[in-house]
Nanobody
Framework: VQLVESGGGLVQAGESLRLSCSVS????????IGWFRQAPGKGREGISC????????RYADFAKDRFTTSSDSASSTTYLEIHNLKPEDTAVYYC???????????????????????WGQGTQVTVSS
């Protein structure tokens, strides 16, 4: 499984941004994708997780108001939209997922946000005040 993020950049506080995670090498409709971020000097934290097989979406408590996750099976891409960006959102954002789509239906419930077997390269988001 290969995961490739895109969409990061330098934005002003209050703006919105949409990050993309392109998935290849497995059955997208059965796969699950977790979004994570790592701010400077901090550990990696989970943001959201979407199970494409049943549409279940889970969010970390801090992400429930300003973050939206969705998937588009036609393009095999999962998205993370961040609204009303704040300087504290500055971080490298990653998508991650299970070893295969076999684990997809229960990855979000049983493994996210603690682990992922595949990771994208990360995309930098910098929010200026």
């Amino acid at each position: 499984v290969q995961l490739v993020e895109s969409g990061g950049g330098l934005v002003q506080a209050g703006e919105s941004l949409r990050l993309s995670c392109s998935v290849s090498g497995d059955t997208f409709e059965d796969y699950a994708i977790g979004w994570f971020r790592q701010a400077p000097g901090k550990g990696r934290e989970g943001i959201s997780c979407i199970s494409n097989s049943d549409g279940d979406i889970r969010y970390a408590d801090f992400a429930k108001d300003r973050f939206t996750t969705s998937s588009d099976s036609a393009s095999s891409t999962t998205y993370l939209e961040i609204h009303n960006l704040k300087p504290e959102d500055t971080a490298v954002y990653y998508c991650g997922g299970p070893r295969s789509s076999y684990s997809g239906p229960y990855y979000c419930q049983m493994f996210w946000p603690h682990e992922a077997d595949h990771w994208g390269q990360g995309t930098q988001v910098t929010v200026s005040s």
